[in-house]
C-alpha cells in the first residue's frame, strides 16, 4: 500500500502551479521579445527560398526581404531604382542598358556586380521561372554584362513592359559566386539563401518560423527593425486570433468576416494595397468555353453577363473589400484601364430576352431548353458545369443562384489546383470556369494571356476561353511593341472595346489585398520589401 | 419482446426519439423546407427571425432549408457507408474467426493492409485527386470502414467458438451454416451494433472534416458540409455553426444510444 | 520462453514486408492515375510547352508509369523516397523533421485521454444505464460528435484569447531560443491546446471501450464469486475488473494510432503545429507526389509497428496469446 493521500497532495499541488502558471504569472515568465523583432504570419510552408527558379507566391512572399530587383515598383506601381540606379532606353525599345549601383555587397560580403544580373537571368529567370520566361524569353535575345557595373538587355523588337518586370517579385538577383556551376533546384543554398536585402537569413525550422536579421549593410540604410520572424500558420482565423493575443504582428490577408471586428480593433491596424506576391490587380474571372455549343452564341454570353449582379459579389463574398470589375483591364493598371466602357448591366429581364431569341426557352420555373440552338439538341436542359479551386467556390454558389433567377443551372464543382489545371487547360473539359486573373503591372503580364490565340494552351492561366480573334493578336502585337504611352493606351482601349463586344469572359471583381498590423508598428509598405521601412514600439 | 426492452430503458427511448427526428427531417425535410437552399432569400449573415427561422449564410441563403434538405445526404453517406462495412466486416470477420488457419491469416493480412493507412487521409487524397463526389465519399469510406468491424467480429467468434454452447453445438455434429447463423451471428450482434453506431458518427463527422479542407461537393448539401462552412464564421454568426453542429450531434446520440440499448437487451449487459 | 517471444516479433515483421510492398504499390497508382498534372502545380501561372517538358525532364516524369513504378521501388527498397518537387531536397528528411511533432502531439492526447476516459468509464460501468451513465455517454458522444476544428475554434477563443493562458499557435514562442527546461516548458505550453482538443475526440471511443470492457469483466464468474463472498462493488471494479479489462483497452490504443495521426493534420492545421500531417495535406495541394507517397509509407510503418508493440503488450499482459 502506498500513501495514497501523499500522492494526492502531489498531484493537486503540480496542477495547482500548471493552472496558476498559466494565468497571470507566468505571463509574465513566458518568453518576451525584444520589440524591435516583427513577426509575420505567413499561411504555408515556402519549401525553399530562391524565388528565382518558382512563382510560387509563397516562396516570393517569404523571401522578398532578402533580395532586391534592378528595379522596384513605388505604390502606383511606378519603376524607382534598386540595383540599378539608372537605365537607358535605346533603338526604339529594343535596347535597354541598366547601370548598377556601385558597391553593394552580398549579405556574405562578396561584392555585388553585373556577372550576378547575367547569371540570375541566363540560369535561373529565363529557364525556372514561369512568368519572366514566358513573357521574356521568346523575345529576348541576350543579357549581357558590358562592365562590372553595365548590363545590357537586346531584345529582337521593342519590348515595352521591360521596366514593369524588373522588380524583386518577378526578377529577383541572386549570387552567382553561390549557385554559379551547380544545379539551382537542388542547391543547398536555397535553405540558406544570400542576397542584397534589407533582411539577411539566419534560420529556417521548416512549418514552424523563417528568422531574418536586419542588413545593416542595406544600399539604402539598415532599417528599424532588428529582426524579421516569418511564423508559418496555415489557417486563417488562428492569423486572426494570433494577431489578436499579440503573438504575431502582421498579417498578409484578412479573411472578410473578421474584417469589421479588426477595424473596430484599436490594437490593430489595416493597410490596403495593390500589390501581392502572386501577382497584382488581380480580376476575379468566369470564362466560357468557346468551343462548346452552348457557348457560340455571343447572345448567350451576354445574357448571363446580364444576369451577374457584381456588387453582390463585392457584399457578399468580399465583404465589401475589392470593387466590381467595370472594364477587361483593371483599374490599377491606370493608363490601360478603359473606366468610360458599357460592360453589360445587371439586368435580368434583358438576360431573358436575349436567352429567350438565342432559342433558350422557359416553361417552367426550372432551367430553360433549348429549341433551334445550333449544335444543341431539342430539348437540352440548360445545366452547366462550373470549375473553381476550392478556395474561389464561393463564387460558383453566389453565381449559382443569381443565375437560377433567369433559368440557368449551375453545378459548381471544386478541383485542386493540379486537377483544375490539367482538366480546364490541358483537356479544355468545361462548360465555365473561373479563375483569379492577376493583370500585373502592365497588360503585356498578366491580360495579353487571356486573350491571343497562341495562349491558347495546356498553361494555367492562360485564353481559357480558347477565345480567337486575328484582330485581337494584331491589337496585341502592336500594344506591346509600342512604348508611347499614349498610342498603348489608344490601342489598349481599343482592345478592351472588342473583348467587352465577344464576351468571351464576364469580369466580375477586382480583388484588393489587406493587410493587418498590430498598432505598436508603423511605417509599412505594400511592396515585397513590407517591413524594410517599418519600424515597432514596445 | 426485444422491441419493448429497448424501450423500456431511458437511454433507448432518448435514442428513439432523437433518431426519429433526424430521420423526420431526411423525409419530408425538402417538402417542409421554407427556401429553395441554393438561392438567396435574405440578407448576409441575418441573425435568427421569423423570416429565417435559423438565419442566413453569408451569401444570404437560408440555414434552415439548408439544414432540412442536408439531412438526405447526410444520412444517406451515414448509413450506406455503415451498410458496406456490415456485410463486408462481418463476413470476413466471421469466415476469418470460424474458419481460422491459413485463411484466417490471409483474411487478417488483407485487412491490415487496409486499416495501416488511416481512413481520413485515403479520403482526402482520393477526393482531393480525383474531385469530389457523393458515390466517392460513399465507396471510400464503405471500403476503409470495413476492417475495424472485421477485427472486432473476428475477435468476438473466437472468444465465443471455445463456449460452451458453440462446442455443443459442434459435438452433436451441428451444420456450420447453422451454428453461424444460430449461434454465432446472433450473440454478435451487440458488438457489431455498437461498432457501427460509432462509425455512423465518424462519418457525418468526416465529411465535416473534409468540407474543412475544401473538399466538400457544393451539389449536395449535407450537415457536415454546413458546419464546415460556419467555419470561417463561428465569432460572427454562431447560427451558421450551432445547427448543422445540433442535427449532428441529435443523429450521433440518437444512434448510440439506441445501440447501447439494443446492445442491453441483447443481454449485453 | 525468451525464444518464443523473439519468433513471435521476427514472425511478426516478416509479414510487414508484403504489406508495405502493397501499400507503396497501390499508392504510387492512386497518385500517377488520378487526374490533374504534377508540372501544372508547380509551374503556377505561367508557363510553355517547353517548359513544362523540361520540368518533366527533370523529375523523370516524362518515363513510363512502370517503368516509374520500377524505379520507385527500387528506390524505396534502398531507403531513398526521392526528390521533392517543391522542397527541391530529398524526401525522407523533409518527412523525418516533422515526425517528432506529430509523435509528441498524438502521445500527449493519448495520455490525456486515457487520464480522463479509464475512469470516466469505470464510472459509469458501475452502475451501468444509470444516471451517472447516461451522463458520461452523452457527454463524451457529445464531444465525438462535435468538429474538431469547432473544439479548437472554441478552445482559442476562451483559453487563449478570453483568458490568456495558453498561446494561440506553433511549437514554441516566436524568435525565441530557450534550452533546456525553459524550452521544455516553453513547448508544452504550446502543446497543452492542440492535445486537448485532439484528445477530446478521442475520449468519446476509450470511455465507451473501457465500459463495456468492465461490465464483461464483472460478469464474469470468479469476480460474481468474490462478490457474493462479500468483496466491496468499487474494490471489485478497480482490483479485479479494471487491471484486466486493460488488455482490449491496449489493443484499442494500437489500431487508432492510425486515427489519432490523420485526426491529428486537422488539429496541426488550426494550431500551426508543425506536424506531418500538415505536410500531407500540403503536398496534395502542390502535387508534391514523392512527399504524398513518402508519408503513406512513413504512416503505415509507425502503425504497423505500434500495432506490434500492442501485441507485444498484450502478450505480456495475457500469456495465452504466446502460445498460439
Request: aromatic share 8%; hydrophobic share 50%.
Amino acid at each position: 500500500m502506498y500513501d495514497t493521500a501523499g500522492h494526492r497532495r502531489r498531484f493537486s499541488g503540480l496542477l495547482l502551479s500548471i493552472l496558476m502558471c498559466g494565468s497571470a504569472a507566468c505571463a509574465r515568465e513566458r518568453f518576451t521579445r525584444d520589440p524591435a523583432t516583427l513577426v509575420a504570419a505567413i499561411a504555408g510552408d515556402p519549401g525553399q527560398l530562391n524565388p528565382a527558379i518558382t512563382t510560387n507566391g509563397g516562396v516570393h512572399t517569404a523571401a522578398g526581404l532578402l533580395y532586391d530587383g534592378l528595379l522596384a515598383l513605388d505604390d502606383s506601381l511606378r519603376p524607382t531604382p534598386a540595383l540599378a540606379v539608372r537605365w537607358d532606353v535605346e533603338d526604339g525599345g529594343a535596347r535597354y542598358r541598366f547601370h548598377l549601383r556601385q558597391g553593394v555587397r552580398w549579405h556574405d560580403g562578396a561584392p555585388f556586380l553585373a556577372a550576378d544580373v547575367v547569371f540570375t537571368f541566363e540560369q535561373m529567370l529565363l529557364r525556372y521561372h514561369a512568368r519572366t520566361r514566358a513573357s521574356m524569353a521568346s523575345s529576348l535575345l541576350s543579357v549581357a554584362a558590358v562592365d562590372d557595373s553595365t548590363v545590357l538587355f537586346t531584345f529582337r523588337r521593342p519590348y515595352a513592359p521591360l521596366l514593369q518586370q524588373l522588380d524583386v517579385s518577378e526578377a529577383p538577383i541572386l549570387p552567382a559566386h553561390l549557385y554559379a556551376g551547380r544545379d539551382p533546384l537542388r542547391n543547398p543554398v536555397n535553405m540558406a539563401p544570400v542576397g542584397t536585402g534589407p533582411f539577411r537569413f539566419v534560420s529556417y525550422t521548416p512549418h514552424s518560423e523563417i528568422r531574418y536579421a536586419v542588413n545593416d549593410r542595406y544600399f539604402r540604410g539598415p532599417s528599424a527593425l532588428k529582426a524579421v520572424v516569418l511564423r508559418i500558420i496555415p489557417d486563417e482565423d488562428t492569423q486572426v486570433a494570433a494577431l489578436e493575443a499579440g503573438e504575431v504582428d502582421w498579417l498578409f490577408a484578412v479573411p472578410g468576416p473578421a474584417r469589421r471586428r479588426l477595424a473596430g480593433d484599436a490594437r490593430v491596424r489595416l493597410v490596403r494595397s495593390a500589390l501581392s506576391a502572386g501577382g497584382s490587380n488581380c480580376i476575379t474571372t468566369l470564362g466560357f468555353n468557346l468551343e462548346r455549343a452552348w457557348f457560340r452564341d455571343v447572345r448567350v454570353r451576354k445574357a448571363i453577363a446580364h444576369a451577374v449582379n457584381r456588387p453582390q459579389f463585392v457584399e457578399r463574398v468580399l465583404f465589401g473589400e475589392g470593387r466590381a470589375a467595370d472594364a477587361p483591364i483593371s483599374s490599377g493598371i491606370a493608363f490601360a484601364h478603359a473606366s468610360d466602357i458599357a460592360v453589360p448591366a445587371f439586368d435580368t429581364v434583358e438576360a431573358a430576352r436575349l436567352l429567350e431569341a438565342a432559342g433558350w426557352r422557359r416553361t417552367d420555373t426550372g432551367p430553360r431548353t433549348a429549341r433551334g440552338v445550333a449544335g444543341v439538341q431539342d430539348g437540352t436542359r440548360f445545366t452547366i458545369g462550373f470549375k473553381a479551386l476550392p478556395s474561389q467556390i464561393v463564387y460558383g454558389d453566389l453565381l449559382r443562384a443569381q443565375l437560377r433567377g433567369v433559368g440557368i443551372d449551375l453545378r459548381p464543382e471544386p478541383l485542386e489546383q493540379a486537377v483544375f489545371a490539367a482538366s480546364v487547360f490541358t483537356a479544355r473539359d468545361f462548360d465555365t470556369a473561373i479563375g483569379a486573373y492577376c493583370n500585373g503591372t502592365d497588360p503585356e503580364i498578366g491580360v495579353r494571356r487571356m486573350y491571343v490565340t497562341s495562349s491558347i494552351a495546356p498553361v494555367p492561366f492562360s485564353n481559357m476561353a480558347g477565345y480567337r480573334s486575328t484582330t485581337m493578336d494584331s491589337l496585341f502585337d502592336r500594344a506591346g511593341a509600342s512604348i508611347a504611352l499614349s498610342e498603348r493606351r489608344r490601342l489598349y482601349h481599343e482592345i478592351q472595346a472588342l473583348a467587352v463586344r465577344d464576351q468571351p469572359y464576364v469580369w466580375l471583381v477586382e480583388t484588393s489585398n489587406l493587410r493587418a498590423h498590430s498598432a505598436r508598428c508603423h511605417g509599412f509598405s505594400g511592396s515585397s520589401h513590407f517591413a524594410a521601412t517599418a519600424a515597432c514600439t514596445k | 419482446m426485444l422491441r419493448g426492452d429497448v424501450l423500456r430503458r431511458p437511454s433507448g427511448r432518448l435514442g428513439v426519439v432523437l433518431l426519429a427526428v433526424a430521420l423526420g427531417m431526411a423525409i419530408v425535410g425538402p417538402v417542409v423546407a421554407p427556401y429553395d437552399p441554393f438561392a438567396i432569400t435574405g440578407g448576409s449573415l441575418t441573425a435568427p427571425s421569423v423570416a429565417h427561422a435559423m438565419g442566413t449564410d453569408s451569401l444570404g441563403r437560408d440555414v434552415l432549408s439548408a439544414v432540412l434538405f442536408g439531412a438526405r445526404t447526410s444520412l444517406l453517406v451515414a448509413f450506406a457507408v455503415s451498410a458496406i462495412a456490415l456485410v463486408f466486416g462481418t463476413a470476413i470477420g466471421l469466415t476469418a474467426g470460424y474458419r481460422g488457419g491459413y485463411i484466417d491469416d490471409m483474411l487478417m493480412r488483407t485487412t491490415e493492409l487496409f486499416q495501416v493507412i488511416p481512413r481520413f487521409f485515403i479520403a482526402v487524397v482520393v477526393i482531393a485527386l480525383f474531385g469530389p463526389g457523393l458515390d466517392r465519399i460513399i465507396l471510400v469510406l464503405g471500403f476503409t470502414s470495413w476492417p475495424t468491424l472485421a477485427r472486432v467480429v473476428r475477435g468476438e467468434v473466437i472468444a465465443m467458438r471455445d463456449l460452451d454452447f458453440v462446442r455443443a453445438a459442434v459435438a452433436i455434429g451441428a451444420p456450420s451454416g447453422h451454428i453461424v447463423r444460430r449461434q454465432l451471428l446472433p450473440n454478435l450482434m451487440p458488438t457489431v451494433i455498437v461498432t457501427l453506431g460509432l462509425l455512423f458518427g465518424q462519418v457525418l463527422l468526416l465529411e465535416a472534416s473534409l468540407g474543412f479542407l475544401g473538399l466538400a461537393d457544393p451539389g449536395a448539401i449535407s450537415w457536415g458540409m454546413l458546419a464546415a462552412q460556419a467555419h470561417g464564421f463561428l465569432r460572427v454568426a454562431w447560427w451558421l455553426a450551432l445547427f448543422p453542429g445540433l442535427a449532428i450531434t441529435i443523429t450521433v446520440l440518437g444512434v448510440n444510444l439506441l445501440a447501447d440499448a439494443y446492445a442491453a437487451a441483447l443481454g449485453r449487459d | 520462453m525468451y525464444e518464443v517471444t523473439a519468433r513471435f516479433v521476427a514472425g511478426r515483421l516478416l509479414q510487414v514486408v508484403p504489406t508495405v510492398l502493397a501499400i507503396v504499390i497501390i499508392s504510387f497508382l492512386l497518385a500517377h492515375l488520378a487526374p490533374g498534372d504534377p508540372v501544372l502545380a508547380l509551374a503556377g501561372e505561367h508557363g510553355d510547352a517547353a517548359y513544362y517538358a523540361f520540368m518533366r525532364e527533370r523529375f523523370g516524369l516524362d518515363q513510363s508509369l512502370p517503368r516509374q513504378l520500377a524505379i520507385y521501388v527500387r528506390q524505396v527498397a534502398t531507403g531513398d523516397l526521392g526528390f521533392s518537387y517543391v522542397y527541391g531536397r530529398d524526401t525522407l528528411p523533409v518527412i523525418l523533421e516533422r515526425v517528432p511533432a506529430t509523435i509528441l502531439l498524438t502521445t500527449t492526447a493519448l495520455f490525456f485521454s486515457l487520464l480522463v476516459a479509464i475512469p470516466l468509464g469505470a464510472i459509469a460501468a458501475a452502475r451501468p444505464h444509470g444516471g451517472r451513465d447516461i451522463g458520461i455517454s452523452t457527454m463524451a458522444l457529445g464531444l465525438y460528435s462535435t468538429p474538431a476544428f469547432w473544439v479548437a475554434q472554441l478552445a482559442i477563443l476562451g483559453l487563449s484569447l478570453k483568458l490568456g493562458i495558453f498561446p494561440v499557435q506553433g511549437m514554441t514562442s516566436a524568435g525565441g531560443d530557450p534550452a533546456g527546461l525553459p524550452r521544455a516548458w516553453d513547448v508544452a505550453r504550446h502543446l497543452a491546446l492542440p492535445a486537448l482538443v485532439l484528445a477530446s475526440q478521442e475520449i468519446a471511443v476509450l470511455v465507451r471501450v473501457t465500459r463495456s470492457t468492465l461490465l464483461d469483466e464483472l460478469a464474469r464468474d470468479h469476480i460474481r464469486t468474490a462478490r457474493a463472498k462479500g468483496l466491496g462493488e468499487a474494490r471489485a471494479l478497480v482490483r479485479h475488473a479494471l487491471p484486466r479489462a486493460m488488455l482490449p483497452v491496449v489493443s484499442i490504443v494500437g489500431a487508432r494510432i492510425g486515427h489519432l495521426i490523420a485526426g491529428a493534420s486537422i488539429v496541426e492545421i488550426i494550431f500551426g503545429w508543425p506536424g506531418m500531417g500538415r505536410l500531407l495535406l500540403a503536398s496534395l495541394q502542390s502535387r508534391d507526389t514523392p512527399i504524398l507517397l513518402g508519408i503513406f509509407l512513413v504512416v503505415s510503418l509507425t502503425v504497423v509497428l505500434v500495432n506490434l508493440l500492442s501485441d507485444l503488450a498484450h502478450a505480456a499482459l495475457d500469456p495465452r496469446i504466446r502460445v498460439r
